[in-house]
């Protein structure tokens, strides 16, 4: 089975590891910044259903959750990748969030196909394993490594009852992927801090941590590598380097928490995609009256106890959800920490008792193959 290396004799290729790898088809943009006069509409590409054993995937690059039903619903439907803004404000373009998405096809989690596969002259060169599950394609279309280091939690920069923060400097790059291994803690995204990717954990401060940041790379730095290929329609344009390691994504899990996948002897890490989680909201209470009198207790229903008071109080619950390593970094599971739980204030009419009340995001999350990455490297 092939195996590639680069100049300094390290790995970048191995189709001799089993489970398939993801494909990236592309990029697409969509809402206020992107496609100001469509609510919907839709991707075409063949390629969604070219590839036995696997599925269509896509995760989200900019734009993040939205609990008032504003972003898009995106699905898939043979060989198109179908979106809408299916809010009654999605009509309205200033309405319709800026959101950008990678998708392409990855293995479907304990398929054993038949090592036969459909020849796409498009495609560039795609290699499969013998369970015919694609190992390895040169049109990945440009997700490699730039940058891998080493680091420890710091203190909380965002959220408030997380126990510690995860500060990555992305701001360079042009659509980052960031994934973590850190065994038995969890690390969730949680937006920006001075424009670099930011994530909230519940490992104590000065935990340590590796991490490895993808980008999105139109054309790649030309050097004396074994194995090289251009695009067909832009010479100019260098879309595989052997010298460098391209993204190697096992699987996509959606959901909460959980659904653990091992990779016995691998070097594993999670890139939670979207800012996803959940909120619960308990034991609203009136803590004063008009008569100046402290009510602590549960408010079901505004009665006449509770009328004419000047601030209802509730407990708020919030977590994140995001990714973990265990076991020597050998499995990848979803994982929540906790966020926002804080005691809240929510006015002084009964029309604002309860700000919406709970609500769950779930999150999608990459498991990321970085057996071969050496650390601490600026790659290009």
């Not at 394993?129 to 440009?142: E, V, Y």
């Not at 680091?151 to 659509?175: E, F, K, M, W």
């Not at 993204?247 to 659904?259: A, F, H, W």
């Not at 091992?262 to 800012?275: D, E, F, I, L, S």
Request: charged share 20%; aromatic share 12%.
């Amino acid at each position: 089975m092939l195996q590639l290396y680069n100049g300094n004799g390290e790995k970048t290729v191995d189709l001799n590891v089993e489970g398939g790898m993801a494909k990236f088809i592309g990029v697409g943009g969509i809402g206020w910044k992107y496609q100001l006069d469509a609510r919907e509409s839709y991707i075409y590409n063949e390629e969604f259903t070219r590839y036995p054993g696997h599925k269509p995937w896509y995760a989200l690059i900019e734009g993040d959750y939205n609990r008032k039903g504003l972003d898009p619903d995106i699905t898939f439907d043979g060989n198109y990748l179908r979106w809408k803004f299916p809010s009654e404000d999605g009509s309205r373009e200033e309405l319709r969030p800026s959101t950008r998405f990678i998708y392409g096809v990855a293995p479907e989690q304990g398929t054993t196909n038949n090592p036969t596969y459909q020849y796409n002259p498009q495609s560039g060169a795609d290699f499969y394993d013998p369970q015919g599950r694609m190992a390895f394609s040169i049109n990945t279309r440009g997700y490699f490594c730039r940058q891998s280091g080493t680091g420890q939690t710091q203190n909380r920069v965002s959220g408030i009852s997380n126990a510690s923060s995860i500060v990555l400097p992305t701001s360079q790059y042009q659509h980052p992927i960031v994934a973590i291994t850190m065994d038995d803690y969890a690390v969730a995204k949680s937006g920006l801090y001075n424009n670099n990717a930011a994530f909230a954990s519940n490992a104590p401060v000065g935990t340590s941590f590796e991490y490895y940041i993808f980008d999105f790379t139109e054309s790649l730095p030309d050097t004396n590598a074994l194995m090289k290929m251009w695009d067909d329609s832009n010479p100019q344009k260098l879309i595989y380097n052997s010298d460098f390691f391209p993204m190697q994504i096992r699987e996509v899990l959606k959901g909460t928490t959980g659904q653990d996948r091992g990779y016995g002897g691998r070097r594993m890490a999670g890139a939670p995609m979207t800012v996803a989680g959940r909120r619960i909201i308990r034991d609203l209470y009136c803590a004063r009256n008009s008569n100046g009198v402290n009510q602590v207790r549960n408010v079901p229903t505004f009665d006449s106890d509770t009328e004419g008071c000047q601030e209802y109080r509730y407990n708020n619950e919030a977590y994140l959800y995001g990714t973990k390593t265990s076991v020597s970094k050998q499995i990848v599971s979803l994982a929540e920490c906790n966020f926002d739980s804080t005691n809240g204030v929510n006015g002084g009419s009964s029309s604002d008792n309860i700000d919406q009340g709970s609500w769950e995001t779930p999150s999608t999350c990459l498991v990321v193959d970085v057996t071969d990455i050496p650390i601490g490297r600026n790659f290009f």
